[in-house]
């Protein structure tokens, strides 16, 4: 649960969005022929992206916190139990309490952990989704630049690399735009954001 949003959530959809477009050809660019028409492709490397692309790392330094901070609730609860079960314990052993409200007090306790175990698969289940909704605004966002890059510089297909689990073993580093996809999106973000330019 350490880090539910995976740089292989965004990989895995990215990987599946192969980004075609209708743009006119550049007969000068490189390329490879095909029916001896020129055929233009680029390649993005998402898990260099992931790593660099600051609306991401905001997403999901945003995302770890809310889930260090539950995380930690939750398990504050747990101690607590517990400390409550070895005091029932305790006093039952040392005759403090009757048997019969060791066992009125137990199942008490048994009620409180069915309580707090149901609120820890919610928030799994709600990390997970917001998880996967951070993914997916990541995605779109790269998308949607994409489209706007591809206006000036006419690819027919962009495709995506990554370190593991790539189907593309091995491309030419003049298809690769991945530094410079990264530059204009933070570029935007920033000032979407307010933020100032990293040096």
Do not use: W
Not at 3 to 12: D, P
Not at 138 to 163: A, G, P, R, V
């Amino acid at each position: 649960m350490k880090r539910l949003f995976s740089v292989l959530s965004i990989v895995t959809l990215f990987a599946a969005s192969f980004l075609f477009s209708n743009c006119n050809k550049d007969k000068n660019n490189e390329a490879a022929a095909t029916n001896g028409n020129s055929f233009k492709v680029a390649v993005v490397k998402t898990d260099t992206l992931a790593e660099v692309y600051e609306y991401y790392n905001d997403l999901q330094t945003a995302l770890m916190l809310e889930q260090q901070d539950k995380e930690a609730d939750l398990s504050a609860r747990y101690k607590s139990l517990q400390t409550k079960y070895l005091k029932i314990q305790r006093d039952a052993q040392n005759r403090m309490i009757t048997p019969t409200s060791a066992q009125e007090k137990q199942k008490k306790l048994a009620l409180e952990q069915q309580k707090l175990q149901q609120d820890q698969q919610n928030y799994q289940s709600d990390m997970m989704a917001k998880s996967q909704k951070m993914t997916l605004q990541i995605l779109d966002s790269i998308k949607n630049y994409l489209k706007i890059y591809n206006e000036e510089h006419h690819y027919d297909m962009i495709l995506t690399s990554d370190t593991l689990g790539s189907n593309i073993l091995l491309f030419d580093k003049k298809y690769d735009i991945t530094k410079d996809v990264i530059r204009a999106l933070n570029k935007r973000y920033r000032a979407a954001t307010g933020k100032k330019n990293k040096k």
